[in-house]
């Protein structure tokens, strides 16, 4: 990945972009190192409305303009909200470069926030909590996350709940705005086909507003605090999962804690995929991911079995992981290497690729952390310390979270 350029304007708004050579596209973003970790209970949901009520229209454009001009010219433009970012891309022509500028920037400092608008947009999230709801393998892991940080932000849904949504005012959309969208708060990023002194002269037009002093908001610190759940609605596949804590972002053994997790269960050459799925016929669905955060993270792991195997699984899933810290064999290490590695290098390949990794690199480590930088702490994981890192994240009580009706543990 070429060295990106950095700028940072008089307001605090930080710009960075990557020139790519051999292409004709260009991925731009707008990262804000904001989302629902740093709600309170009563607003649960807020991030993610914000996001969603932007699009319904601004002082120049209506939603249908937003639409309409951006697939005018077969761009793409969408965004999404996390426990803790939320990031506005497109991707387009090179040449569309300042339309895609002007409009995220519209999106974020003149969004109309009509109240019929915000009724209306209320009962889209609803239905999509309702979906979500209605999706047992996705609804368990927000089960999970309230079971492993139970009254905190890092364990509240993303979507919020009928009560917390209901509570939203413009007014709350309005305080959102000024305290998380303040340009000192902001990233704008681009990668593809560019010239960085223009991308720096369209984010000046386009993001006028002066520095802020005021203090940024601060969510819950992660406190990693076991407890279980279990939904027993009547289904035909038992959901599983389980959780421990994991070295964050910041941590030095997150490296060899993610190959671990490849290592049990990233893939279909995993312990869990040969061992529960291929070897006992266990599940159909098993897998295990490191979710790192800025304060900490989790190791967690997910099957999808018939509910009178559940109690087999889950043991033989404990077991497995177990199994893995005492005994991670080198080729398996290497097997893990090699995907995180193919993973990162096949991503930077594209516009879109680049500008996701240059936006987070900035939001994690306030840097740009440079891909080979990345790429030589995966290669010196030992066996050792991929051992050590699952036995530390294993020594501690699990979180659990499980739907379906079968026995627990």
Known sequence: MIQPKLTVLANGLTIASCALPGVETVAVALSADTGSRFESPRLNGLAHLFEHMVFKGTQRRSARAIAEQMEDVGAQLNAWTSRDATMFHARMLARDLPLGVDLIADLLT?????????????????QELG??????DDIVFDQLQAAAY???????????????????????????????????????????????????????????????????????????????????????????????????????????ALLFALAAGGGMSSRLFQQVREERGLAYTVSAALQPYADGGLLSVHAATDPGQAAAARELITNVLHETAAGLEQAELDRARAQALAGLLMALEAPQGVADYLARSLAVHRRFLPPADVIARIEAVTVEAARAAGAAMLAHTPARAEIGRHKRA
């Open 131 to 136: 979906e979500s709801r209605d999706t047992p």
């Open 150 to 256: 139970p009254d905190q932000g890092l364990g509240r849904s993303v979507l919020g709940d009928e009560a917390s949504l209901a509570a939203i005012t413009r007014e709350d959309l309005l305080a959102w705005q000024a305290a998380h969208y303040a340009p000192q708060r902001l990233t704008l990023v681009a990668a593809g086909k560019l010239d960085h002194d223009v991308l720096c002269g369209l984010a000046q037009l386009a993001f006028p507003g002066p520095a802020t002093t005021a203090t940024p908001p601060a969510g819950d610190a992660a406190r990693f605090a076991p407890s279980s759940r279990h939904d027993k609605r009547r289904i035909e596949q038992a959901q599983l999962t389980a959780a421990w804590p994991a070295p964050g972002h910041h941590d030095s053994a997150q490296d060899a």
């Open 110 to 126: 003149a969004a109309r926030f009509d109240d019929g608008d915000i009724v209306r947009e209320k009962e889209v999230v609803l």
